[in-house]
């Protein structure tokens, strides 16, 4: 079975770019569709934006603008790239294999989260 | 933009069923949507419980159900237990590349 591993820095400058990794493991990252979600302290879950094998991307229209998921099959890895961050981008961050197939489209596998805080 | 809706919290008898609702802000929740239900429990990443409205995953207890109640999805959970207290999120596929999760329910087995 598949398992995921955010990593990154926990600490981002505001205004500068939060980058995370997520590291595939168990499976090949090729024919799913991987997708970053995050979670605010205390609150809701949120989704980010997702990139399929073949590199097509697609993010949150609230979040769009600042967004880059790319894709390293030769390392399986995916990543994040938000631009421009405040203190309202401080949160869990969760990578997740989404199954889209057969009538089935949802996040199956995630990753354990990894905290950033936006601070100076 | 459209709102995915959730009771922010329920409580339920040991025991007892308890039914969780995921709606729209504007319209009716269909299986076009592809609802599924995550659990979460404190400091945890979610867990997946159902896909396509009402498919169990794999391990998840049949006390565990999916469903379209009226113009919501519905997850019910029937003989609820302690460790059933947690966090529950729906998301729905928009179309389009797009997902939105609702803000979630807390459940408390009391």
């Known amino acids: 079975q598949a398992q995921l591993q955010a990593s990154g820095p926990g600490l981002v400058m505001p205004s500068e770019t939060l980058s995370l990794t997520c590291t595939v493991s168990g499976g090949s990252i090729g024919s799913y569709y991987w997708s970053w979600i995050r979670q605010p302290p205390g609150k809701g879950l949120e989704w980010i934006g997702y990139?399929?094998?073949?590199?097509?991307?697609n993010s949150n229209p609230s979040l769009k603008s600042r967004v880059t998921i790319s894709l390293d099959t030769s390392k399986n890895q995916f990543s994040l790239r938000l631009r421009s961050v405040t203190a309202a981008d401080t949160a869990v961050y969760y990578c997740a294999r989404v199954v889209a197939a057969a009538g089935r489209l949802y996040f199956d596998y995630w990753g354990q989260g990894t905290l950033v805080t936006v601070s100076s | 933009q459209t709102v995915v809706t959730q009771e922010p919290s329920f409580s339920v008898s040991p025991g007892g069923t308890v039914t969780l609702t995921c709606g729209l802000s504007s319209g009716s929740v269909s299986t076009s949507y592809y609802p599924s239900w995550y659990q979460q429990t404190p400091g945890q990443a979610p867990r997946t419980l159902i896909y396509?409205?009402?498919t169990r995953s794999s391990g998840v207890p049949d006390r565990f159900s999916g469903s379209i109640l009226g113009n919501k999805a519905a997850l019910t959970i029937t003989g609820a237990q302690a460790d059933d207290e947690c966090d529950y999120y729906c998301v729905l596929y928009m179309g389009s590349g797009i997902w939105v999760f609702g803000g979630g329910t807390k459940v408390t087995v009391v």
């Open positions: 990139i399929y094998y073949s590199g097509s991307t």
């Open positions: 396509s409205t009402n």
